[in-house]
């Protein structure tokens, strides 16, 4: 007996021993990283759970919730971070990491078995530190059921550096969008890797992965090199890496991370140095160096002033401002090295008879020798450039089918040939252009203040392009047509030329910038903003208003306009009137009538489609729903009703229904609208009742429209307006009233420019 009782009690004791054994084996820690109480806390924070029902929290954790200054924020997470580090240092507090325990109570408090949240129950023990990856695994699973919005998610970043006492991280994750807020502590020990992050609006929340492979920022700027210690600027920020071997200052390099330390350095120190004539995505072309392919991840540092990195567009064509480094033969890099003045301007002379960019040939005198230049024998890239010996003396250019005079050219002329033909380019100084711009904008007949002030609109719009061309494929900053000003349409005249000496460098600016100065030829007695051109901030241009456009007393500036006149009769009954108080009322193109008699349907369709061609998003066709979309215009044979859907400001017309047998199209924007209108063929009778045929456009998008109908079909169309051209900024005609009243040029930019300042060319540049 005794002996089958010992038996008993040894087999007993043997389980006993494998049991506590197991459980201890079970409990040792689990390999892998441990997710932090601290992390947990600011990813429940931003999903606003209610953590004060948690007693593990320490209710820490950034994102509030709470509309708080940044003073508060960077001073709460000051706070945060000491009672954090207070909190490690502390031997009785609880662990750092979250147990098992504590998430099986999150998961109930949360429901987290209606989401699918994982128990875990056969991997972990109440007291074991969960690993980071079962957490985001269940912390993914709570951002699809309650994450609705898409608010919180994950990304990719490099750490260039922390401002500890903000609270800001400087991260390079392809863009310029840093610095961002963080949150968690464990950024501190992450700085030079990339890792993955979460992130909600522009704060970053924790650290789920550090990435081990090696990390490549290129063509980073080394500013200086002591002592081992590289101070480097990259996409705005400034940021330390310490290097083994010697690096030189004032250079470009690549540089190689790994596991958050600097591994390689590879300097680039081939440059060339030249005047930039032609740039595109792929290419460049330098003087005196040639065509050179650049890089995709190309970098441009503004080194002067401020250093900055700026973009390829910052790069100013026909200047040699600017070091270009190469690396393997390509352009990896440009240094913009010094300011100089944007005194020189480079005109495409278009080709006005084919409508095109290129010439089969041209005539060219120069200093009394006859020159022809034909595209067939230029070889594709070959530049021939023809200029006076004396400065004073221009070229002559007779062009390829024109009937007109010869023209005369300051400055030089570039025959350059292209794969689809030879281009002409004027390029000469600032000033001598504006010479024929001011008098082809404006007659120079025109009240010399008037024509100071279109002096100084002409220099700020030509100047803006010089800073940023508009042409950079071409090599050239504006064009000689209306797409951009028009140049040499008339002859130089000694009262415009009086106007742009008289003024000579002054810009228009708003707050230290070129302003965005457009003009137009006549008011209906109101303007309207940059929105007409639907892009993204137009409208939002404080300077470019719409406004009443009145006789002013005592130095008033313009009424704002009312939002009323985007009510279809309230702009009605405006536009059929005319007010006596109006500054251009006694313009024949004040009023107008525009009426088509017979309508041709297919003309309407062509040019619908057309306009769709050109700018699909301008042209919406009507779907299920009475949603409009994108798409193209299918043929129709009847018209039954043409309305204005939509006014913008000052009561353009901004949408225009056009609903036919076969579906229903909006056409989009003052612009497209004045197109589709006009047929080319009817005429527009002013107020003094002269009369003109538009060719292409309306006179402009200030107008009501009233149809006539036969068995429910549009027939013809009746349109009453007023204004010739956008009506954005200043109307020239009204400048000429301003300047008959007297005026100071001054006084009428300040009219038509509200807020906007009278500079020096190059006096605030950064």
């Known amino acids: 007996?005794?002996?089958?009782?010992?038996?008993?009690?040894?087999?007993?004791?043997?389980?006993?021993?494998?049991?506590?054994?197991?459980?201890?084996?079970?409990?040792?820690?689990?390999?892998?990283?441990?997710?932090?109480?601290?992390?947990?806390?600011?990813?429940?924070?931003?999903?606003?759970?209610?953590?004060?029902?948690?007693?593990?929290?320490?209710?820490?954790?950034?994102?509030?919730?709470?509309?708080e200054t940044v003073k508060h924020l960077e001073l709460t997470q000051q706070m945060e971070r000491e009672e954090r580090r207070e909190a490690v240092e502390d031997?009785?507090?609880?662990?750092?990491?979250?147990?098992?325990?504590?998430?099986?109570?999150?998961?109930?408090?949360?429901?987290?078995?209606?989401?699918?949240?994982?128990?875990?129950?056969?991997?972990?023990?109440?007291?074991?530190?969960?690993?980071?990856?079962?957490?985001?695994?269940?912390?993914?699973?709570?951002?699809?059921?309650?994450?609705?919005?898409?608010s919180i998610w994950e990304t990719t970043v490099f750490l260039l550096k922390l401002d500890t006492e903000t609270g800001q991280a400087y991260t390079e994750s392809g863009g310029m969008e840093s610095p961002y807020r963080y949150h968690s502590s464990a950024f501190e020990q992450n700085v030079l890797q990339q890792i993955r992050v979460y992130v909600k609006g522009s704060e970053l929340l924790t650290v789920c992965e550090v990435l081990p492979q090696d990390y490549e920022l290129n063509n980073v700027w080394i500013m200086e090199s002591t002592d081992g210690v590289l101070d480097c600027f990259y996409h705005q920020?400034?940021?330390?890496?310490?290097?083994?071997?010697?690096?030189?200052?004032?250079?470009?390099?690549?540089?190689?991370?790994?596991?958050?330390?600097?591994?390689?350095?590879?300097?680039?120190?081939?440059?060339?140095?030249?005047?930039?004539?032609?740039?595109?995505?792929?290419?460049?072309?330098?003087?005196?160096?040639?065509?050179?392919?650049?890089?995709?991840?190309?970098?441009?540092?503004?080194?002067?002033?401020?250093?900055?990195?700026?973009?390829?567009?910052?790069?100013?064509?026909?200047?040699?401002?600017?070091?270009?480094?190469?690396?393997?033969?390509?352009?990896?890099?440009?240094l913009i090295s010094e300011e100089e003045a944007a005194d020189r301007i480079r005109?495409?002379?278009?080709?006005?008879?084919?409508?095109?960019?290129?010439?089969?040939?041209?005539?060219?005198?120069?200093?009394?020798?006859?020159?022809?230049?034909?595209?067939?024998?230029?070889?594709?890239?070959?530049?021939?450039?023809?200029?006076?010996?004396?400065?004073?003396?221009?070229?002559?250019?007779?062009?390829?089918?024109?009937?007109?005079?010869?023209?005369?050219?300051?400055?030089?002329?570039?025959?350059?040939?292209?794969?689809?033909?030879?281009?002409?380019?004027?390029?000469?100084?600032?000033?001598?252009?504006?010479?024929?711009?001011?008098?082809?904008?404006?007659?120079?007949?025109?009240?010399?203040?008037?024509?100071?002030?279109?002096?100084?609109?002409?220099?700020?719009?030509?100047?803006?392009?010089?800073?940023?061309?508009?042409?950079?494929?071409?090599?050239?900053?504006?064009?000689d047509t209306t797409s951009y000003q028009v140049y040499h349409s008339s002859s130089e005249n000694a009262s415009s030329t009086t106007a742009v000496k008289e003024t000579n460098g002054i810009l228009l600016t708003w707050q230290g910038e070129p302003a965005q100065n457009y003009y137009y030829s006549t008011s209906c007695g109101v303007g309207t903003n940059a929105g007409i051109w639907k892009s993204e901030t137009a409208g939002d241009i404080p300077y470019l208003q719409a406004v009443r456009?009145?006789?002013?007393?005592?130095?008033?500036?313009?009424?704002?306009?009312?939002?009323?006149?985007?009510?279809?009769?309230?702009?009605?009954?405006?536009?059929?009137?005319?007010?006596?108080?109006d500054l251009e009322k006694e313009e024949p193109w004040y009023r107008w009538r525009y009426q088509v008699e017979q309508l041709d349907v297919k003309a309407m369709a062509a040019r619908i489609q057309s306009c769709y061609a050109v700018s699909p998003q301008s042209v919406l066709t009507k779907t299920e729903g009475d949603y409009y979309v994108s798409q193209p215009v299918e043929e129709f044979e009847e018209i039954r009703n043409l309305t204005i859907a939509g006014r913008g400001a000052g009561g353009v017309a901004e949408e225009l229904l056009v609903e036919t047998d076969t579906g229903s199209y909006k056409i989009i924007s003052e612009y497209y609208i004045r197109g589709v209108l006009c047929d080319g063929v009817s005429r527009a009778v002013k107020q003094d009742?002269?009369?003109?045929?538009?060719?292409?456009?309306?006179?402009?998008?200030?107008?009501?429209?009233?149809?006539?109908?036969?068995?429910?079909?549009?027939i013809g169309y009746t349109l009453t307006g007023g204004g010739y051209g956008h009506g954005v900024g200043m109307s020239q005609n009204g400048a000429r009233a301003l300047g008959e009243e007297g005026a100071s040029y001054r006084m009428i930019l300040e009219y038509f420019f509200q807020g906007c300042e009278l500079d020096e060319a190059g006096q605030n540049s950064a």
């Open 1 to 67: 007996m005794l002996v089958k009782l010992a038996l008993i009690f040894l087999g007993l004791l043997f389980l006993v021993c494998v049991w506590l054994g197991r459980r201890e084996r079970e409990m040792e820690p689990l390999r892998g990283e441990k997710i932090t109480v601290e992390d947990v806390e600011i990813l429940l924070r931003a999903l606003n759970f209610p953590l004060e029902e948690f007693p593990f929290f320490g209710n820490s954790a950034g994102m509030t919730g709470k509309k």
């Open 91 to 150: 031997e009785e507090t609880q662990s750092e990491y979250l147990t098992y325990g504590q998430y099986i109570e999150i998961r109930k408090r949360i429901d987290g078995a209606q989401m699918n949240l994982p128990d875990y129950e056969s991997k972990y023990e109440e007291e074991q530190e969960m690993l980071k990856e079962d957490w985001y695994a269940a912390y993914r699973l709570m951002l699809a059921y309650l994450d609705t919005e898409s």
């Open 237 to 334: 920020i400034q940021f330390r890496a310490k290097a083994e071997n010697p690096v030189e200052r004032e250079r470009v390099a690549d540089l190689t991370f790994r596991d958050g330390a600097l591994v390689a350095v590879r300097e680039k120190n081939e440059k060339i140095h030249g005047k930039l004539l032609r740039m595109t995505q792929e290419e460049v072309e330098i003087e005196g160096c040639g065509v050179y392919p650049v890089e995709d991840d190309l970098e441009v540092y503004k080194l002067y002033g401020s250093l900055m990195t700026m973009t390829r567009a910052d790069l100013r064509i026909g200047y040699a401002d600017t070091d270009f480094i190469l690396y393997k033969g390509k352009v990896c890099a440009c």
């Open 347 to 479: 005109v495409l002379l278009k080709n006005a008879v084919k409508k095109s960019n290129y010439h089969a040939e041209v005539e060219l005198v120069v200093d009394g020798e006859t020159i022809q230049v034909r595209a067939k024998d230029l070889q594709v890239g070959e530049r021939k450039v023809y200029r006076c010996a004396a400065l004073t003396d221009k070229v002559i250019l007779h062009f390829e089918g024109r009937e007109e005079e010869d023209q005369a050219y300051r400055g030089a002329i570039e025959c350059y040939r292209m794969t689809d033909g030879m281009v002409l380019i004027n390029e000469l100084p600032l000033e001598e252009y504006l010479y024929a711009v001011v008098p082809s904008e404006m007659p120079a007949l025109y009240p010399l203040e008037a024509l100071k002030a279109q002096a100084v609109c002409a220099r700020t719009y030509a100047y803006r392009n010089i800073m940023h061309a508009g042409l950079p494929e071409m090599g050239a900053h504006v064009d």
């Open 549 to 581: 456009l009145k006789q002013p007393e005592d130095g008033e500036t313009p009424e704002a306009e009312v939002d009323d006149l985007k009510d279809e009769d309230t702009f009605y009954q405006f536009i059929t009137s005319k007010s006596e108080t």
């Open 689 to 714: 009742d002269s009369t003109t045929v538009p060719k292409t456009l309306l006179p402009s998008g200030f107008f009501v429209l009233e149809t006539g109908k036969e068995e429910g079909n549009v």
